[in-house]
């Protein structure tokens, strides 16, 4: 049983195409996050939702949209897709764990951005 | 300064060496930390969290943690060429319960174990 699953894997387009990546956990958290990975393995958060509300809005450029249409999903949409995009994005859910709040990781979306 | 800063490396040990990954931060109010592993191409997977002064030990793995002076370390014991990854130090201003809400990490240090 996979906890959180992240769709597409792999994920390679143009610049300018809009995109979607799916999440979803099966773990009954509350809390999802989205965290972009760079290059150079940099993990930064860029959204948090908590029971479908946004708890935390990083700096991001608008073109990226967050939507948790439940408590067990957590999509990202980005608009008019840049170089700079480029990353691995991981999503991720939290809740208690033997009394400890504890993040567990998706397995990554990959995007290139030609 | 960055907010949560680690030795980048690379580190390289030999097979049954002890490793030493080092992480310090900037945020005095930081209450709780945790160690992530993460292997090339997959997800960070957590090993290890601490919140108060001192050492937690878990097999071969103990964090060390001073808050005096914001300084919190990871121990892996005879190392094995399996714990050949990079080690992520995340740090959080929230308590035990409710603490992963805002993770903020550093930029992670590979370590490569030779057998």
């Known amino acids: 049983d996979t906890a959180v699953s992240q769709t597409p894997k792999y994920l390679v387009t143009q610049m300018g195409n809009d995109k979607s990546i799916k999440c979803e956990q099966n773990l009954g958290h509350d809390t999802m996050y989205w965290y972009k990975q760079d290059s150079k393995k940099f993990l930064k958060i860029m959204f948090s939702?908590?029971?479908?509300?946004?708890?935390i809005n990083e700096t991001v450029p608008n073109r990226f949209s967050p939507k948790s249409p439940d408590k067990a999903h957590l999509n990202l949409h980005i608009n008019s897709l840049e170089l700079g995009d480029s990353a691995v994005y991981f999503c991720?859910?939290?809740?208690?764990?033997?009394?400890?709040?504890?993040?567990?990781f998706g397995p990554g979306t990959r995007l290139t951005v030609l | 300064q960055k907010e949560v800063e680690q030795n980048s490396g690379p580190l390289s040990v030999p097979e049954g060496a002890i490793a030493s990954l080092n992480c310090t931060y900037s945020d005095r109010v930081s209450q709780s930390f945790f160690w992530y592993r993460q292997y090339s191409g997959k997800s960070p997977e957590l090993i290890m969290s601490?919140?108060?002064?001192g050492d937690k030990e878990d097999g071969r793995f103990t964090a060390q943690l001073n808050k005096a002076s914001q300084y919190v370390s990871l121990l892996i014991r005879d190392s094995q060429p399996s714990d050949s990854a990079t080690y992520l130090c995340a740090v959080n201003r929230g308590g035990r319960t409710g603490s992963a809400r805002q993770l903020t990490f550093g930029s992670g240090t590979q370590l490569t174990v030779l057998p």
């Open positions: 991720a859910s939290s809740g208690l764990a033997g009394g400890l709040d504890t993040q567990y």
């Open positions: 939702y908590n029971n479908k509300e946004l708890i």
């Open positions: 601490i919140y108060s002064n």
